[in-house]
């Protein structure tokens, strides 16, 4: 299996990068826009914060513009939702119902690791120079 897939390691990456970065700008679209049947929470500081770092964040990772940034400040704010809202239900996050922001934060880490790959915005434009 390694053989064929890891000949197509960089077009996964980019997948994977861009499937995480569009499924993050829906959670900030929903706080921002009310966006998939969900009030618009921007008359809380914190929740319009996180709308702003979740859809800008997230269309900056799915393109893959500055992404190592974005991914590092998404993931930061995951980890802080999670030790806000989620931990003091419980230690495990199955319990706590927070297991899908530490899903997202260590994705998140991981592209900010990575950073943006070949098959993106940032990849376009180093080609070009």
Not at 11 to 18: D, E, Q
Not at 38 to 52: F, Q
Request: hydrophobic content about 55%; overall charge positive; charged content about 15%.
């Amino acid at each position: 299996m390694d053989r064929w897939l890891g000949t197509h390691s960089e077009k996964l990456y980019a997948l994977f990068r861009f499937v995480a970065g569009a499924l993050f700008a829906c959670h900030g679209a929903q706080k921002l826009f009310g966006a998939f049947g969900a009030p618009k929470m921007t008359g809380n500081p914190m929740m319009l914060a996180a709308g702003i770092i979740e859809f800008g964040g997230g269309l900056l990772i799915a393109i893959g513009l500055v992404a190592t940034w974005a991914a590092f400040i998404a993931g930061g704010e995951m980890a802080v939702a999670y030790f806000m809202a989620h931990a003091k239900g419980g230690f495990w996050p199955i319990v706590n119902k927070g297991e899908l922001a530490v899903l997202y934060c260590f994705v998140f880490l991981y592209v900010a690791a990575r950073g943006s790959g070949p098959y993106s915005v940032d990849g376009a434009l180093r080609r070009r120079t």
